[in-house]
């Protein structure tokens, strides 16, 4: 009977063990330094048969010129993201990389037998995009008989924005674009009823934030004059994509601001 505690004890201390190993997340456990040794190098998609990725200590770098590298650990059988994006390999070899893309598509890499790949692989630093450029535009418009001058300005700054997408391959990754600054300012005749810069911040009650995030206040445009006031649109979109909201700001004849969503 004591013998039978014993085992059933030490049953118990396994199964707990076990069950502690499997509540820890993929990014906190131990990783299989030997595979990640073993991917160490250039590779080449079994499909297209260009180069993906060079893959550099700890660090994934991609072949495309505006995809930021990405960290990453191998934890089981699986590669893990610094974002947490997580995939299934299927298998590595020293020559052959297949992995599971977030679509559940099996990819196929190859180890690169070009022995000029050093010499040919330029994108270790990406390239950061500017979604615009410089602009400056003005007119003169007429209301109830007076005359007013408009003046816009669209500034590119070093400010950051991280797009969240895909490559070809299906592997989530970052591309980064340089956000504007806008200006307007507003004169009858001499006098000057506003002047401000406008960044992307300001926009936070009138886009939601997940959008605002990875959106680039791309355009400010003049759309009207009324009893009410100036009417300019700002864009703010998310580069390369279809989604963009559309924020009116009106200048009052007073030299007051308000802002309105009017499209989406």
């Not at 500034?155 to 950051?160: I, R």
């Not at 391959?169 to 340089?178: H, I, M, Q, R």
Request: glycine share 6%; aromatic share 12%.
């Amino acid at each position: 009977m004591k013998q039978l505690s014993i085992i059933v004890i030490l049953v118990l201390a396994l199964c707990s063990c076990g069950n502690r190993s499997a509540n820890v997340p993929l990014s906190e456990q131990n990783e299989d330094r030997a595979s990640k040794k073993m991917l160490q190098g250039f590779w080449v998609d079994d499909e297209t048969e260009e180069m993906a990725v060079l893959v550099k200590g700890d660090t994934i770098f991609y072949s495309d010129s505006t995809s930021m590298p990405a960290y990453f650990r191998i934890v089981g059988d699986s590669i893990v993201l610094a974002s947490g994006a997580t995939y299934n390999i299927d298998r590595l070899t020293e020559n052959l990389f297949w992995f599971h893309n977030q679509n559940g598509d099996l990819v196929k890499y190859r180890r690169s037998t070009d022995p000029d790949e050093d010499t040919t692989w330029v994108h270790d630093i990406p390239r950061i995009m500017t979604y615009t450029h410089q602009v400056k535009t003005d007119s003169v418009v007429l209301y109830g008989g007076e005359r007013y001058h408009w003046y816009i300005a669209i500034n590119p700054t070093k400010y950051k924005v991280v797009k969240h997408t895909y490559s070809d391959a299906g592997v989530e990754v970052d591309n980064v674009y340089y956000d504007n600054i806008m200006h307007i300012s507003v004169y009858k005749g001499a006098q000057k009823l506003y002047s401000s810069d406008f960044r992307k911040t300001q926009f936070s009650k009138f886009v939601p934030a997940d959008f605002l995030e990875q959106a680039v206040l791309g355009n400010m445009e003049f759309s009207s004059i009324d009893a009410a006031g100036l009417h300019f649109n700002a864009t703010l979109c998310i580069p390369d994509g279809a989604s963009c909201y559309l924020v009116e700001t009106l200048i009052s004849y007073k030299g007051e601001m308000t802002m309105k969503t009017i499209e989406y």
